[in-house]
């Protein structure tokens, strides 16, 4: 039984994966296996795999079931005490693995911890420290195109990003895994907040690092495809993880993130799409689906609530190194 199983969803990746299992390969901790969940690729990434890596775990799909669905089945298949979500774009550094081990094993009150993701343009700079959450409804990359020199301690944040994040596995299902609802974007967060509700506690971990492309699936940081789902799964983890007396609370804020996000994405050309997928989440938490997956209250978690809020609150006005 290994220690941890290194899972990666792909789709139409051989031109990443063969970096990032590369990679894997020159890890300081050897304990671990690699699953690569295939999503129907089309572009011989399944071919490379079995000719080239004959020890990773394949599993395949015929068509593609969205990031959530493979990252769900690669968990399942895993028997490891933790498994280590890695997007196919990452190529991760010698120390990676062992550090992020180290440090959720250390910590019991942990569910998951986030690496040092830093841009394949300048390997300096932070594409992301871990992701915070506000009231104003806005997700966002911490110390995003800052220097990564600037982020060298250990800190809580808000949700790790799931493209380079190590979780406890039985919690992870417990929480019931990655909402299949979302297909893919916010998926990570939606998880994270659900664990934070009941306690844990979300860490960056700096000294485990990885080099990410970013939107290498997808091709570009903003098209239809992209804010479709963003901006539908953005009102699904409102509805699903805040009580109704917070979503009173924060109306105010979220009706002015929602406004400034609708003016962005206009100015991008993509106002309608953003609207359009707003009114999806919205019909999605109010179906039967929906409901299924919305999280009860219980007044056993009423302090974690709290300190959420002072969290969301905290992330809108004062910014967080």
Same mark, same amino acid.
């Given at each position: 039984? %290994?220690?941890?199983?290194?899972?990666i969803?792909?789709?139409?990746g051989?031109?990443f994966?063969?970096?990032c299992l +590369?990679a894997?390969?020159?890890q300081?901790?050897k304990?671990? *296996?690699i699953i690569v @969940?295939d %999503?129907? !690729?089309?572009?011989?990434?399944? +071919?490379?795999?079995n000719?080239?890596?004959?020890?990773?775990r394949?599993?395949? #799909?015929?068509e593609?079931t969205?990031?959530?669905r493979?990252?769900n089945e690669?968990?399942? &298949? !895993?028997?490891? *005490?933790?498994?280590?979500?890695? %997007? $196919?774009?990452?190529? @991760?550094?010698?120390n990676f693995?062992? *550090?992020?081990?180290?440090?959720?094993a250390?910590?019991p /009150?942990a569910?998951?911890?986030a690496?040092?993701?830093?841009?394949?343009?300048?390997n300096?700079?932070?594409?992301?420290a871990?992701?915070?959450?506000?009231?104003?409804?806005?997700a966002?990359a911490?110390g995003?195109?800052?220097r990564?020199s600037?982020?060298?301690?250990?800190?809580?944040?808000? !949700?790790?990003c799931?493209?380079?994040?190590?979780y406890?596995?039985?919690?992870f299902? +417990?929480?019931?895994?990655l909402?299949? $609802?979302?297909?893919a974007?916010?998926e990570?967060l939606?998880l994270?907040?659900?664990?934070?509700?009941?306690?844990?506690?979300?860490?960056?971990?700096p000294?485990?690092?990885?080099i990410h @492309?970013?939107?290498?699936?997808t091709?570009s940081?903003?098209?239809?495809? /992209?804010?479709?789902?963003?901006s539908?799964n953005?009102?699904?983890?409102?509805?699903? $993880?805040?009580?109704?007396?917070q979503?009173?609370? $924060?109306?105010?804020?979220?009706?002015?993130?929602?406004?400034?996000?609708r003016?962005?994405?206009?100015?991008k050309?993509?106002?309608?799409?953003? &609207?359009?997928?707003?009114?999806e989440?919205?019909?999605?938490?109010?179906?039967? +689906?929906g409901?299924?997956?919305?999280?009860?209250?219980?007044?056993?978690?009423?302090?974690?609530y #709290?300190?959420i809020?002072?969290?969301?609150w905290?992330n809108?006005f004062?910014?967080?190194n």
């Amino acid at each position: 039984m %290994n220690r941890l199983s290194v899972i990666i969803p792909n789709y139409n990746g051989k031109h990443f994966l063969e970096p990032c299992l +590369e990679a894997l390969k020159k890890q300081s901790m050897k304990d671990f *296996e690699i699953i690569v @969940v295939d %999503n129907g !690729s089309s572009d011989g990434s399944v +071919e490379m795999i079995n000719n080239s890596y004959p020890y990773v775990r394949l599993i395949t #799909f015929k068509e593609n079931t969205g990031f959530c669905r493979a990252v769900n089945e690669g968990v399942s &298949a !895993s028997d490891a *005490e933790y498994v280590l979500l890695l %997007n $196919n774009d990452t190529v @991760v550094f010698e120390n990676f693995v062992e *550090e992020l081990y180290k440090a959720i094993a250390s910590k019991p /009150k942990a569910f998951a911890c986030a690496s040092c993701m830093l841009t394949v343009n300048d390997n300096t700079l932070l594409d992301s420290a871990g992701d915070l959450y506000n009231a104003l409804g806005w997700a966002f990359a911490r110390g995003k195109g800052r220097r990564a020199s600037k982020f060298n301690r250990e800190k809580k944040v808000f !949700s790790v990003c799931a493209g380079a994040a190590i979780y406890r596995r039985k919690l992870f299902i +417990e929480l019931g895994m990655l909402d299949e $609802n979302h297909f893919a974007y916010l998926e990570d967060l939606d998880l994270c907040y659900r664990a934070k509700i009941r306690g844990y506690e979300n860490w960056y971990i700096p000294a485990a690092k990885v080099i990410h @492309v970013g939107s290498g699936t997808t091709g570009s940081a903003h098209n239809e495809f /992209k804010v479709s789902l963003s901006s539908k799964n953005n009102v699904y983890i409102i509805y699903k $993880n805040m009580p109704v007396g917070q979503r009173i609370l $924060n109306a105010p804020f979220l009706a002015a993130g929602f406004f400034i996000k609708r003016l962005y994405f206009k100015k991008k050309g993509f106002g309608e799409i953003y &609207a359009k997928g707003l009114k999806e989440g919205k019909k999605l938490a109010k179906s039967d +689906e929906g409901k299924k997956h919305r999280q009860k209250f219980r007044m056993k978690y009423l302090k974690n609530y #709290f300190a959420i809020q002072l969290e969301l609150w905290r992330n809108v006005f004062i910014p967080r190194n």
